[in-house]
């Protein structure tokens, strides 16, 4: 079967062998296709994976040959996520399951972007779903992304109608604005590109180019009796973005933080003091949110369609290349029919 792996500065295909159960629980999967996620790019670009690595946990795929107590069976269509939590430790306990040594130890084998993945058991019990017949496979890559920002609008448990403001419009700032929207918030999104503006417009939800800041934030201000947002979501990973929202945000506010960025910035102390702000980070989802994000994309509440390029697998390396300049929104690897 063929691999894509990391390769000093690009991604180069391999051949390996097929993967069998031999006897073991769980699935070995064909991959039809894997989104391309943000934290892909970053562990490419930053070298935080090593050389041989498989990228990619953004899977949809069908059966080829399974062995479990689950109702699946072989040629089910499915997506499924990479991560379990164990439900005991003490991270769980308190809900940040993301931190969880199980969570993170767990992984799909070899990775996402392969012809075929090893699923465990646990993972058809815990993160794995049926593809719902109205969802493409494109569509249903989203499964996981979505999933993250179901979380984040979760952990900032928020008021209905709170206005929230979506700093970064790239995929997950456009699902993310879409799920708080779901969840009855009233929302704004912002960017520095026209075209990612005009996505978010075209789905029914505000959206304004934050180029020139000064008219930006008046406008904001305007739409807030002259206080600020409730909310700000933080999708976007620049330094600049974090002197945005401060100032930007209302006293009281909320700030979700949802992205890194290059030269690791703080938020003021003192900003967080005498203006009484919560700062909180979200990372990666709960089995629960996995499940909810599957029925947002079911039911059209969020709609993705559109929003992915399609990539042959052969030409990954250039799907890397056109997500890190911006060139493309999203990208989705087609691996086998
Ligand atoms: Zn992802
Ligand atoms: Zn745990």
Not at 30 to 58: A, M, N, Q, Y
Not at 103 to 131: D, Q, R
Not at 138 to 153: D, I, K, W
Not at 168 to 183: N, Y
């Amino acid at each position: 079967m063929k691999t894509a792996v990391i390769d000093k500065e690009d991604i180069i295909i391999n051949s390996v062998k097929d993967l069998t159960l031999n006897g073991s629980k769980g699935a070995i999967v064909k991959v039809l296709g894997c989104g391309l996620c943000g934290s892909d790019i970053v562990k490419f670009r930053e070298k935080i994976s090593p050389d041989g690595t498989v990228l990619g946990h953004e899977i949809v795929a069908k059966i080829v040959e399974i062995n479990s107590e689950t109702d699946f069976k072989k040629d089910d269509l499915i997506v499924t996520s990479h991560h379990i939590p164990c439900g005991e430790c003490i991270f769980c306990k308190s809900g940040n399951v993301s931190m969880c040594e199980h969570f993170k130890k767990t992984n799909i084998k070899p990775g996402g972007f392969s012809e075929m993945v090893y699923l465990s058991e646990e993972h058809l019990k815990n993160v794995a779903h049926k593809l719902p017949e109205n969802l493409d496979e494109v569509e249903g890559s989203f499964y996981e992304p979505l999933a993250c920002c179901v979380r984040a609008v979760r952990r900032a448990d928020l008021i209905k109608d709170s206005r929230v403001l979506v700093v970064g419009l790239g995929s997950i700032g456009i699902l993310m604005a879409q799920a708080l929207k779901a969840f009855g918030m009233n929302v704004i999104g912002c960017d520095l590109i026209d075209e990612r503006v005009q996505i978010l417009k075209n789905l029914g939800i505000d959206a304004i180019n934050s180029s020139d800041f000064d008219k930006f934030q008046k406008c904001i201000f305007e739409k807030t009796e002259n206080i600020g947002v409730d909310v700000v979501f933080m999708t976007s990973g620049a330094d600049r973005a974090i002197d945005m929202a401060l100032r930007l945000i209302r006293n009281g506010g909320k700030i979700l933080v949802f992205a890194s960025t290059p030269k690791n910035w703080g938020y003021a102390n003192n900003e967080i003091y005498y203006r009484e702000l919560t700062v909180m980070g979200s990372y990666s989802p709960a089995p629960c949110d996995l499940a909810k994000s599957l029925e947002l994309l079911r039911s059209g509440k969020v709609k993705v369609k559109g929003l992915s390029t399609i990539y042959a697998m052969d030409d990954i390396n250039q799907a890397f290349k056109d997500t890190i300049s911006n060139k493309i929104l999203k990208a989705y690897i087609k691996i086998s029919g």
